[in-house]
């Protein structure tokens, strides 16, 4: 059974730090890319990483550049996103999806979700 469970969110004051995971079951991370999403409250989901299933190639929105990092442990069959300097507009719930072997047009995933993993910046 193919799944996805991201975990590591949580309350963090404006510059702080967290690090998401994306656990993979039934599949591995390192044939296949994932990408991170997030929703904030009243707004549509966005892409805002992703990392490459055998090429490893990264990929990140405008707006987090320089601030997340995206990795995987293939020995763990697991994606992490670090985020630095985190600012309120971080807020949101974070998802991670695969869209295949490759990043390209990983913002159009339009497949499943999980439960995703809550994440709010605030002081």
């Known amino acids: 059974q193919v799944q996805l469970v991201e975990s590591g969110g949580g309350l963090v004051q404006p510059g702080g730090s967290l690090r998401l995971s994306c656990a993979l079951s039934g599949f591995t991370v390192d044939y296949y890319a994932i990408g991170w999403f997030r929703q904030a409250q009243g707004k549509e989901r966005e892409g805002i990483s992703c990392i490459g299933g055998r090429d490893g190639n990264t990929f990140y929105k405008d707006s987090v550049k320089g601030r997340f990092t995206i990795s995987k442990d293939n020995a763990a069959n697991t994606v992490y996103l670090q985020m630095e300097s985190l600012k309120p507009d971080d807020t949101g719930v974070y998802y991670c999806?695969?869209?295949?072997?490759?990043?390209?047009?990983?913002?159009?995933?339009?497949?499943?979700w999980g439960q995703g993993t809550q994440v709010t910046v605030s002081q």
């Open positions: 999806v695969s869209p295949g072997y490759y990043c390209a047009g990983y913002d159009r995933y339009g497949g499943q």
